[in-house]
């Protein structure tokens, strides 16, 4: 298990060098002079070129490319081009734990909600707890969860005016991406009473998808000899599911969480803007629409970074579920 992990480890610094060398020649592409775009279309020629010289947009773009990765690898990922004394590493440093509220929230209600239902659809195939969860299920794929999420803020905050509308509530995982332990005597339920409109948003098409897929993994796992041969053991039905179907079953519902997870993490930004929350998907908007490259850079090479690690936990649990994984 520990060479399967470092093998998969080692792959992982390729794959990083081509995705910053992807993200960074990518972001040179936007047809925008940034010099001139800060400075405005009324700044001289030599004020646009003393701009170019002190962003090092003069050098070649390999140069500027090792530069930024050598900066970049020291966690020193630049400042805003149009907030001069903003650091792009503190942003990001603020911004990322709210996101991962919202994401983590969202694949927690995914697990609860779409496990059960999973496992009572597969279990029972073409009954009737099948086709209610089959149908349920294929309209909260079919869901927007934009759509979903105003719907939920005219319901649940301005008809009965239960949950806040807008905002945001400092909670655990703010605490925790700063370095010391959560204070258990913060106020959790303002950090829940804001976030679970956007937990279920984002979570009602994942755990749609995640009870679809779990449905015909056990379907086809319950089909299998070994749990034939558990069953004329005399085992219990709730033992054979849980203990033998459901492990065997669960190599494709864990790339769908984790693949989720990851996305979610990088696709908040309509939710961001409807609840009116701070987060990475914001911050990535502005940036885009400002054309502040060190800002997009840094964004997006932080969401590859999350789907390179969320794909390597998926391929160590798949190694743990399934051992002949380790051998390929």
Same mark, same amino acid.
């Given at each position: 298990?520990?060479?399967?992990? +470092?093998?998969?480890?080692?792959a992982?610094? %390729?794959?990083?060098?081509?995705?910053s !060398? /992807?993200? =960074?020649f990518?972001?040179?592409?936007?047809?925008?002079?940034p010099?001139?775009?800060?400075l405005?279309?009324?700044?001289?020629?030599?004020?646009?070129?003393a701009?170019r010289?002190e962003l090092?947009?003069?050098?070649?773009?390999?140069q500027?490319?090792?530069?930024?990765?050598?900066?970049?690898?020291?966690g020193?990922?630049?400042h805003?081009?149009f907030?001069e004394?903003?650091s792009v590493a503190?942003q990001?440093?603020?911004?990322?734990?709210?996101?991962?509220?919202?994401a983590?929230?969202?694949?927690?209600?995914?697990?609860?909600?779409?496990?059960p +239902?999973?496992?009572?659809?597969?279990?029972? %195939?073409?009954?009737v707890?099948?086709? !209610? /969860?089959? =149908?349920?299920?294929?309209?909260?794929?079919?869901?927007?969860?934009?759509?979903?999420a105003?719907?939920l803020?005219?319901?649940?905050?301005?008809h009965?005016?239960?949950l806040?509308?807008v905002?945001?509530?400092?909670?655990?995982?703010d605490?925790?991406?700063?370095?010391?332990?959560?204070d258990?005597?913060?106020?959790?339920?303002?950090?829940?009473?804001?976030?679970?409109?956007?937990?279920?948003?984002?979570?009602?098409?994942?755990?749609?998808?995640?009870?679809?897929?779990?449905?015909?993994?056990?379907?086809d796992a319950?089909?299998?000899?070994?749990?034939?041969?558990?069953?004329a053991?005399?085992?219990?039905?709730?033992?054979?599911?849980?203990?033998?179907a459901?492990?065997?079953?669960?190599?494709?519902?864990?790339?769908?969480l984790?693949l989720?997870?990851?996305y979610?993490?990088?696709?908040?930004?309509v939710?961001?803007?409807?609840f009116?929350?701070?987060?990475l998907g914001?911050?990535?908007?502005s940036?885009?629409?400002?054309?502040?490259?060190?800002?997009?850079?840094?964004?997006?090479?932080l969401?590859?970074?999350?789907?390179?690690?969320?794909?390597?936990?998926v391929?160590?649990?798949?190694?743990?579920l399934?051992?002949?994984?380790?051998?390929?």
């Amino acid at each position: 298990m520990l060479s399967y992990i +470092l093998r998969r480890l080692l792959a992982v610094v %390729p794959m990083l060098i081509g995705i910053s !060398l /992807i993200v =960074f020649f990518l972001t040179h592409l936007i047809p925008a002079d940034p010099a001139r775009e800060i400075l405005g279309l009324k700044a001289t020629d030599a004020a646009v070129a003393a701009k170019r010289h002190e962003l090092g947009l003069d050098r070649s773009t390999l140069q500027q490319y090792v530069t930024w990765l050598q900066h970049a690898v020291q966690g020193n990922l630049g400042h805003s081009w149009f907030h001069e004394t903003e650091s792009v590493a503190d942003q990001l440093r603020t911004r990322l734990p709210i996101t991962f509220d919202m994401a983590f929230g969202a694949l927690v209600f995914t697990i609860v909600v779409g496990l059960p +239902l999973g496992l009572i659809a597969g279990t029972r %195939p073409q009954g009737v707890a099948d086709r !209610l /969860i089959t =149908f349920g299920t294929s309209a909260g794929i079919s869901i927007p969860d934009f759509w979903l999420a105003m719907m939920l803020v005219v319901v649940l905050a301005v008809h009965h005016n239960w949950l806040p509308s807008v905002g945001y509530s400092s909670g655990p995982f703010d605490q925790i991406f700063y370095g010391y332990i959560w204070d258990s005597s913060a106020n959790i339920g303002a950090w829940i009473s804001h976030l679970t409109m956007v937990w279920i948003a984002l979570g009602v098409p994942g755990a749609a998808s995640f009870a679809r897929q779990l449905r015909g993994a056990i379907i086809d796992a319950m089909e299998q000899d070994y749990i034939r041969t558990a069953r004329a053991k005399g085992l219990r039905g709730r033992i054979v599911v849980l203990k033998h179907a459901l492990k065997n079953a669960s190599m494709v519902p864990v790339t769908v969480l984790g693949l989720q997870f990851a996305y979610l993490l990088g696709g908040t930004v309509v939710l961001e803007r409807i609840f009116s929350i701070g987060g990475l998907g914001t911050y990535m908007l502005s940036a885009l629409s400002a054309k502040d490259i060190p800002v997009v850079q840094a964004v997006t090479l932080l969401v590859a970074l999350t789907f390179i690690v969320v794909n390597l936990c998926v391929d160590i649990l798949y190694a743990y579920l399934n051992p002949k994984v380790r051998l390929g």
